[in-house]
């Protein structure tokens, strides 16, 4: 590659990477044209984007950006998953296909500022998702509120039930 398209490739990639805040790098070596293709397919239904770049301009970019960690990961033909809006959904695809595609293989990544191994990033893969962790916390601070309010709707069905057992009873008195 000529120097001035290197460093518009370098470019480019800084600018791509500073977009994100989550990457992972996976070893791809043996995988199939029509496995690459189904792959970037269903990463492209999540906003995930799985692109192959030469390891050395990678570098240089993860550098740039301030995440030289994710360079010890560059070792041999590498892939590199970006973006996604959550990490959590990014871990879990890749973990999927990586069951699916042996050749496929997990080396780390970087998530939410910290630089991140395989082992860490397969224990990621088992927690739920945002949207799943918003629910299960909504529902927590809910569930006391709901407990409250049917206790007090108790203690009123009560009440009308004493109240009405008073009016049958004074009718049935003036009777």
Not at 51 to 80: C, D, R, T, Y
């Amino acid at each position: 590659m000529a120097n001035e398209l290197k460093e518009l490739v370098v470019k480019e990639l800084i600018s791509s990477y500073r977009k994100n805040d989550n990457y992972m790098v996976v070893g791809y070596q043996g995988i199939k044209a029509l496995e690459f293709d189904q792959i970037r397919k269903d990463m492209r239904k999540k906003k995930i984007c799985f692109e192959i770049v030469k390891n050395s301009l990678a570098a240089i970019a993860f550098k740039e950006i301030g995440i030289a960690g994710l360079v010890a990961f560059l070792k041999g033909p590498s892939g590199i998953l970006s973006g996604g809006d959550d990490p959590v959904i990014m871990a879990k695809e890749t973990i999927e296909w990586s069951k699916k595609i042996s050749a496929l293989n997990l080396r780390g990544g970087f998530v939410d500022g910290a630089v991140v191994s395989a082992d860490d990033i397969k224990n990621l893969a088992k927690l739920p998702t945002m949207p799943v962790l918003r629910v299960q916390i909504i529902t927590g601070i809910n569930a006391p509120i709901a407990g409250v309010a049917g206790a007090f709707s108790a203690v009123l069905r009560n009440l009308v039930t004493v109240f009405q057992a008073v009016k049958d009873k004074k009718e049935k008195d003036s009777v």
